[in-house]
């Protein structure tokens, strides 16, 4: 087992060129301090308590690389109906495929969107995978935009009576 690691700036770089030697590269990513105070200003929450990920990359074939891993956050976030503090816990598997070199080497999918060669541009890596840019990606997806404070609700009452009246009345008033 691979000793925790402390990443900052949520940067965690892992070269083609390790997996290729390796084949299966095990990780144990945890964001340092200085990454928590980071992580609210990027995602609009009001603290993070902690955000780790951990897992493995491993080589499938040559041009293919596996991620399987798990990413954990505590953050906490105003409930949008009180405004009160809501802990968000996140709890995220990931199972994620990894193509490098040619496109013409990457399998194709059939789907139902049309798709061009340059809409695959940007899944094939080059030389490197940063972990920490998945690590911040999966947080960002999985935080909820709205969180709600258990037994939170909005009621609506009425502080003032509506006169059941014709709009139009006050117009035949003017005609008077």
Known sequence: MKEIQEI?????????????????????????????????????????????????????VANQIFLCGTVKA???QPCSITLEPVVTTIYKRLARTFFFGANENKPMKKSVFELTEQSFDNDVILDEINLGDVLMETISLETPDYPKKSGASISLTRTESIDKENPFSILSKLKK
């Open 8 to 60: 900052d700036n949520f940067s965690y770089i892992i070269s083609l060129e390790q997996i290729q030697r390796d084949i299966e590269h095990e990780f144990h990513l945890v964001c340092s301090k200085d990454a928590l105070r980071e992580l609210p200003k990027r995602l609009n929450v009001t603290e993070a308590k902690k955000a780790s990920f951990n897992g493995y990359l491993k080589l499938q």
């Open 74 to 76: 505590k953050l906490i």
